[in-house]
């Protein structure tokens, strides 16, 4: 799938925020009638409708957040590295996003219906007037957005030489291409 139709396919499939707000209340509910009646269990599940409706909440606030800065966002050019950890039965996916100021910011993320290949990746980086950090990364494969907030790191300086030796190593199909 190219870049453009991932964005348009996230505009028509990107959770809606409205969705993580109904779980929590329900959470909510479910953990107060656990607590004012003998069904202690709903404690538990309470908790739980509530914990997973934070995935939601921020993957509908994320994704809204990438859409808009398409339209007004502030475009820098920069670099990202992908990570893939495989040591569990579904890959994790991280990426480091690096511009040309001296930050760089750790992502977590899942693949919006393309396959991340790791390695060192020359990125459009898009700054949404509200957030300190990209919230939308387009590189030549595939876009990255945050499932949560991007840790900020004063270290890209120390950082991307280092990533570029790593990247020269890795068989990179990205880059090959």
């Known amino acids: 799938m190219t870049v453009t139709e991932q964005i348009e396919n996230l505009k028509k499939k990107?959770?809606?925020?409205?969705?993580?707000?109904?779980?929590?209340?329900?959470?909510?509910?479910?953990?107060?009638?656990?607590i004012l009646t003998p069904y202690s269990y709903l404690i538990i599940l309470g908790f739980f409708v509530m914990f997973g409706s934070l995935q939601f909440y921020y993957a509908g606030t994320n994704a809204k957040n990438a859409l808009m800065a398409l339209h007004d966002g502030i475009k820098k050019s920069g670099r990202v590295f992908i990570y893939i950890d495989e040591s569990d039965t579904y890959p994790a996916y991280?990426?480091?996003?690096?511009?040309?100021?001296?930050?760089?910011?750790?992502y977590s993320f899942d693949p919006f219906h393309w396959e991340p290949v790791a390695g060192l990746n020359e990125s459009e980086?898009?700054?949404?007037?509200?957030?300190e950090w990209p919230v939308l990364l387009i590189i030549k494969n595939g876009i990255i957005y945050p499932k949560v907030k991007p840790i900020k790191n004063s270290d890209s300086d120390i950082l991307l030489p280092l990533m570029i030796k790593i990247s020269e190593k890795m068989p990179n199909k990205a880059n090959s291409a």
């Not at 991280?94 to 750790?106: G, Q």
């Not at 980086?125 to 957030?131: E, H, V």
């Open 14 to 34: 990107a959770p809606p925020v409205w969705v993580g707000i109904l779980f929590f209340l329900v959470g909510i509910i479910t953990f107060f009638t656990g």
């Open 125 to 131: 980086l898009i700054f949404n007037k509200d957030k």
């Open 94 to 106: 991280y990426a480091k996003a690096m511009s040309d100021d001296k930050y760089s910011w750790d």
